[in-house]
């Protein structure tokens, strides 16, 4: 029964944390699944309105996230996360932007997280921003602020309150876009290079980029600056640094070489100087986490 329960929290784990290459800090830390009772306190959804986003609720009446502080390890990708409680009017609206260097952050202690990961194909922003405006504008950065009374923000989490269920909680979140938000897309070319960029895990060369779309080296990077805030090497390697995250999550049992055959790293000292640039450990310290 351990083995099977073992096995699927890990499949849980790995589908939460790797579709469409969408990693999220809070649900980075593994002892959020280790909870004490054993049940699911996590609640998560992908939707698209209009591009993939991953939705998810966090229940921490039980203790299940009592460690807040979080690595925000190197993503493309923007962030919101809502932490509220629903016996007191405290709360906290966390809007993080891509990360290009791993840090920490400390949250506020709420009795329920609920969080949005965009896809790096674009951002919602106020309707008074600039279209021009990418989520590189907010890079390696965190806004922390208290929803004002009668505020867009505030009545989203009043809704989130009242909702009977994770789907109510989803129906008050997309009402709260279309009323309060703009989405602001990142530009067509810059998602095509992404795209071949995730389609290789990573292990290609910028020099292969410029062949496919016939811009220069120099042009393409700073196309992706403009986007995401970090140049496309660091885009490559965050994006291989997720497909192994994937690989170990799915079989944390194998040995470090064979996570890292063929995906570019030059000896398994490279990985494990990379693995603990992005995440603050060693590979094998996470495999032990993700298997008490």
């Not at 090497?233 to 890292?260: A, L, M, T, V, W």
Request: net charge neutral.
């Amino acid at each position: 029964l351990h083995k099977e329960y073992r096995r699927q929290r890990q499949m849980c784990i790995r589908d939460r944390l790797m579709k469409d290459h969408l990693h999220q800090p809070l649900l980075f830390n593994p002892a959020i699944y280790n909870s004490s009772d054993g049940k699911q306190h996590i609640n998560y959804k992908y939707i698209t309105v209009p591009q993939t986003m991953l939705v998810y609720a966090i229940d921490n009446t039980t203790g299940s996230a009592s460690r807040k502080v979080s690595t925000l390890i190197p993503c493309s990708s923007a962030e919101w996360i809502i932490g509220y409680n629903k016996n007191n009017s405290s709360s906290s609206f966390y809007c993080i932007g891509p990360v290009s260097r791993r840090f920490d952050y400390t949250f506020g202690d709420f009795d329920y997280y609920f969080g949005i990961r965009f896809a790096d194909k674009g951002c919602y922003f106020a309707p008074s921003v600039d279209d021009s405006v990418l989520p590189a504008s907010i890079a390696n950065q965190v806004f922390e602020y208290e929803p004002a009374t009668e505020s867009f923000e505030y009545r989203l989490i009043s809704e989130l309150i009242q909702a009977e269920d994770f789907d109510g909680q989803l129906e008050a979140l997309i009402c709260f876009l279309n009323d309060s938000k703009k989405y602001i897309a990142v530009p067509d070319n810059i998602i095509h290079m992404a795209n071949e960029i995730k389609k290789a895990s990573g292990n290609i060369h910028i020099s292969d980029l410029s062949e496919m779309s016939g811009y220069s080296e120099r042009h393409i990077n700073r196309l992706f600056k403009s986007a995401y805030g970090a140049g496309p090497k660091d885009y490559c390697k965050n994006i291989r640094f997720q497909k192994i995250i994937s690989d170990i999550i799915n079989d944390p049992y194998k040995e470090n070489s064979d996570y890292i055959a063929n995906a570019g790293y030059s000896d398994q000292a490279h990985f494990q100087r990379e693995f603990k640039a992005y995440t603050g450990i060693t590979p094998r310290t996470f495999i032990k986490e993700l298997t008490p």
